[in-house]
């Protein structure tokens, strides 16, 4: 049983591990350094795009405007050249013979369409004259100057350029001269800047990664080493301190920490020690008071046996002092215990024990079984602290017989997990204010502040409940839906070997 009891502790100590381990994994993955390096990467890609951009677009009007005052100088001076040829009015050949003399200086894959009036011939009878737009004859008629329009034709980039035919600074002769030239060498060649400056993106970002990590491990290997020594800290470790690197925000940080770490550890070590020094102070005088309270103990009795032959008022003050002896004496009792269990002194013996005999003897003990209903399950053995139960069930059981209201019952169950067995005192009195549910199990706490002297010492559900801790148990306080306060003890249920029943 008990074999089995360890292997349930460790998978679930493995089930917390895993499930710390992925915790951490989590972490780590939206981690500080996950987002420096993620910053710092989009940084630069947005840097390197806007730069690519911004390249593309320079380069690319720079290329654009040296091909179009080219094509436009070209134009200008070989219209001007072939005007001086032209007589106007020109018929189909004269403005076949025009254009095929403007288009002959302007390269070979330029095409110059020219029209007069309501004839238009080009260079190239093959050649597509959609490519001039309305929008550009307009211009050039309207405004009767050169004109250019830059247009895409089946995909293909084309510099149109328009001007009309005057001679010799006259009016214009009604001649209207058209030149297409293809862009596509320009196209490509800032293309290729595109795909040149699109190429280094790659390398910057894989950098700018590489500076991300190195400079996330700069950043926080103090961050990482603070978290450590805080987290000693949380577990105890007050000891812990942190490396001072350099003269930044971090290093003043760490220092700062550092200063806090000392203060923390003197004032903790400090009160560590008035809490020795009080928890010796208690054991102490709960010891010194053993022997006189024993010396007191034997004459109060004395006195009480003899109180019916004593005078009225001196058999009075006889009993009082053997009642107060007794309590004194509870209290002395109670203190010592309190003290083992403050100074980690008291021990588990456990034992194989039949759970309803042990409860059911505790109350015959007492005198308690004609006013305690219980519900005592037969068959349920474990390994406890026979007489720390006793202790715990006492408490409990007195308690509620003398906060609470009849009828008190005591319930004996196990869980269906078969893990956790439950101890549970209720009765039908009036139950416990909100305020008290807090405070109950404080030691010499009193629900009710005119309440300054009672029965019991005060310290009897502290030391339940530390009775219950050293098994691995609690005790739970709470109120009955309807009426009455209700404590359960909750053990686990450590099952008895074969050998040992």
Do not use: C
Request: aromatic share 4%; glycine share 6%.
């Amino acid at each position: 049983m008990l074999r089995r009891e360890e292997r349930a502790r460790e998978e679930r100590a493995r089930q917390s591990g895993g499930a710390a381990g992925a915790r951490g994994a989590l972490r780590r993955l939206v981690g500080l350094r996950t987002r420096l390096v993620v910053a710092f990467v989009l940084i630069a890609l947005v840097s390197a795009v806007t730069a690519t951009a911004l390249a593309y677009r320079e380069s690319r009007t720079a290329v654009l405007e040296r091909k179009q005052d080219a094509v436009r100088g070209a134009f200008k001076n070989r219209v001007e050249q072939a005007a001086a040829d032209f007589d106007v009015p020109a018929d189909e050949v004269a403005l076949t013979r025009f254009a095929t003399t403007v288009a002959d200086g302007l390269g070979d894959d330029a095409v110059v369409v020219a029209r007069y009036r309501s004839l238009t011939v080009s260079s190239d009878a093959s050649a597509d004259r959609s490519r001039i737009t309305p929008a550009l004859r307009a211009a050039v008629r309207d405004r009767n100057r050169m004109s250019f329009q830059r247009v895409d034709h089946d995909g293909r980039p084309y510099l149109v350029v328009g001007t009309p035919v005057t001679f010799d600074g006259a009016a214009p002769s009604g001649l209207d001269a058209f030149a297409i030239t293809s862009l596509r060498a320009e196209s490509e060649a800032t293309a290729g800047v595109l795909d040149a400056v699109r190429d280094g993106i790659v390398p910057v970002v894989l950098l700018a990664a590489v500076l991300a990590l190195l400079s996330a491990g700069t950043v926080l290997r103090p961050v990482r080493e603070l978290g450590r020594a805080t987290r000693r800290h949380a577990a105890g470790d007050l000891t812990s301190r942190v490396r001072v690197r350099g003269r930044d925000e971090l290093a003043d940080l760490a220092r700062d920490f550092n200063k806090t770490a000392d203060a923390l550890e003197a004032s903790v070590a400090e009160l560590r020690e008035q809490d020795a020094r009080a928890k010796r102070f208690v054991a102490d005088v709960s010891h010194e008071l053993r022997t006189p309270l024993a010396a007191m103990t034997m004459v109060a009795t004395v006195l009480d046996e003899d109180a019916h032959a004593l005078p009225p008022d001196t058999a009075h003050a006889a009993r009082t002092v053997s009642e107060e002896t007794a309590r004194l004496s509870r209290l002395v009792d109670d203190l010592m215990e309190m003290s083992r269990f403050d100074s980690g002194a008291a021990r588990l013996n456990l034992t194989p024990t039949d759970l309803a005999e042990a409860v059911t003897a505790t109350l015959s003990l007492r005198a308690l079984t004609d006013r305690v209903r219980t519900e005592l399950p037969p068959g349920v053995r474990a390994l406890v602290d026979r007489r720390r139960v006793d202790v715990i069930v006492a408490n409990l059981v007195g308690n509620a017989l003398r906060h609470g209201a009849p009828p008190v019952t005591l319930t004996l169950a196990t869980d269906p997990a078969g893990d956790w067995l439950t101890v549970e005192v209720a009765d039908r009195g009036p139950g416990l204010p909100p305020e008290t549910l807090a405070h109950v199990f404080d030691r010499f706490y009193k629900a009710d502040s005119a309440r300054t002297r009672s029965e019991g010492s005060g310290l009897g559900t502290a030391i339940a409940l530390e009775n219950a801790r050293l098994h691995g148990g609690t005790i739970e306080a709470a109120n009955a839906p309807d009426g009455g306060a209700v404590f359960t003890l909750r053990l686990p249920w450590r099952r008895p070997r074969q050998e040992d029943t």
